[in-house]
């Protein structure tokens, strides 16, 4: 068997709507019948069938956009920008290691290259000597 629940003036429950969109707008979330109805004491379903329009002006203010009407917020340009100079440092960090690896691919070919040209022209190498003390 249900609890009796007693009916609610719509003024009360406004007052409560009105709160709760405040602290909506406030923390930039979505205002919840549910949130609603729990605020009251009473259960979504029965929130939904004594109160029907309040429920609906809820779901048209969740379907809404939030408070970022203006364009973007400061932190959002941040995050934003904070995200495109990680990406740019990332293609930057793989150029420079491309461009590394070609280094080292054309000096080993520049000593091959060498050696067969010395090799061809009969080239003789003097051994360097150390002095060992």
């Known amino acids: 068997m249900t609890r009796p629940v007693p009916d609610l003036p719509e003024a009360l ?4 709507l009105q709160e ?15 949130t609603l109805a729990r605020r009251l004491n009473l259960t ?15 779901s048209e203010h969740r379907a809404a956009p ?4 203006g364009g973007p917020t400061e932190h959002d340009k941040l995050i934003a920008r904070n995200a495109k100079l990680r ?22 070919r520049n000593a091959r290259l060498l050696e067969a040209v010395e090799n061809a022209a009969n080239v003789t190498s003097i051994p360097v000597r150390r002095n060992i003390r």
């Open 13 to 16: 429950v406004r007052r409560h």
């Open 44 to 58: 979504n379903t029965t929130f939904r069938r004594r109160y029907p329009e309040i429920a609906q002006e809820i």
């Open 87 to 108: 990406r740019r440092n990332r293609d930057l960090t793989n150029q420079l290691a491309l461009a590394a690896a070609q280094i080292q691919h054309l000096a080993l």
């Open 20 to 34: 709760m969109l405040d602290a909506c707008r406030a923390s930039n979330t979505r205002p919840s019948v549910l």
């Open 66 to 69: 939030t408070a970022r009407r």
